[in-house]
């Protein structure tokens, strides 16, 4: 609708506004412009508000309208060179997807769950490859039984048809019921093997997939959060103990920390990681 053709360059446009507002106060907020190459987050950031520019602003300067295309000698319409550049920046549109990078470091939860997976690609990739193994060979021996049968003909007619349908409705289960009724009629036994392959694939190995993504999960969880309480003690306690350093040697003696051991601040900081100041 034309409310909408209107609306959305026009939000364009404001956030590309907000974007640079922003870029331009965070630069302003260093004291030596230089020190802003030292931070990845402010350069990525750069990076992603170059590009709303480009698109937003300089696309539409540069690039010609079709309404301005010119013609040639026998009359047909001839676009601008420069406009066959246009679906190429519209590909980077997809970059502006890294902006929830942003808001991953809001939420330690979910970079958590992405640490996680990342460190668990290892055991999916041989798991991956087990079942590979085991799909392979319950197709061979399958395909060798059923190959005169209606059935076999119908589900596992060639490797591959037969390593898709084991795939498809002996692992993922997708209307099992049915092609495990057809084999019971025709083949007993290669429905019992069928039976067999689901026991083995959908029961055993996806399960201890599942075991193993969540005992890597769980892994990294434990040692995001010992990283993000030391952190936390970090930030909480490093103003306190340099104010506690009285002469300046940067080494906390026994009667500094007897020292730091009666402010407020450093108890409670303490006490909200679970060690025990009394007993220090």
Same mark, same amino acid.
């Given at each position: 609708s034309e409310p909408f053709y209107v609306a959305f360059p026009l939000m364009n446009h404001l956030f590309c506004v907000f974007f640079l507002a922003e870029w331009s106060v965070r630069i302003g907020a260093y004291r030596r412009k230089r020190d802003a190459l030292r931070d990845a987050w402010f350069l990525f950031d750069s990076a992603l508000v170059a590009l709303t520019v480009v698109e937003t602003w300089v696309m539409t300067l540069c690039l010609p309208s079709p309404s301005s295309s010119s013609q040639d000698d026998a009359g047909h319409p001839q676009t601008?060179?420069?406009?066959?550049?246009?679906?190429?920046l519209r590909i980077l549109r997809l970059l502006r997807i890294a902006r929830i990078?942003?808001?991953?470091?809001?939420?330690p939860e979910i970079m958590i769950l992405i640490r996680g997976l990342?460190?668990?690609?290892?055991?999916?990739?041989? +798991?991956?490859?087990?079942?590979? @193994?085991?799909?392979?060979? /319950?197709?061979?021996a399958i395909r060798q039984l059923a190959s005169h049968s209606h059935a076999g003909s119908k589900y596992f007619a060639s490797m591959l048809d037969s390593m898709y349908t084991l795939l498809?409705?002996?692992?993922?289960?997708?209307?099992?019921?049915?092609?495990?009724?057809?084999?019971?009629?025709?083949?007993?036994?290669v429905g019992l093997i069928f039976l067999l392959f689901v026991f083995v694939a959908a029961l055993t190995v996806l399960n201890m997939l599942v075991g193993v993504l969540c005992e890597v999960v769980g892994a990294v969880?434990?040692?995001?959060?010992?990283?993000?309480?030391?952190?936390?003690?970090k930030s909480r306690l490093e103003g306190i103990v340099f104010n506690a350093? +009285?002469?300046?040697?940067?080494? @906390?003696?026994?009667?500094? /920390?007897k020292g730091l051991l009666?402010?407020?601040?450093?108890?409670?900081?303490l006490h909200d990681v679970g060690v025990d100041a009394a007993a220090l």
């Open positions: 601008a060179s420069a406009s066959s550049l246009l679906p190429i990078a942003k808001l991953l470091r809001k939420m990342s460190a668990a690609l290892r055991s999916v990739f041989f +798991t991956f490859c087990l079942m590979v @193994i085991v799909i392979y060979s /319950f197709a061979l498809m409705r002996g692992t993922l289960l997708d209307n099992v019921e049915e092609l495990m009724t057809e084999l019971r009629a025709e083949e007993p036994l969880a434990a040692i995001e959060r010992e990283e993000m309480a030391v952190n936390f003690v350093d +009285t002469n300046a040697d940067k080494h @906390i003696s026994r009667a500094e /920390f009666e402010k407020p601040q450093a108890l409670k900081a």
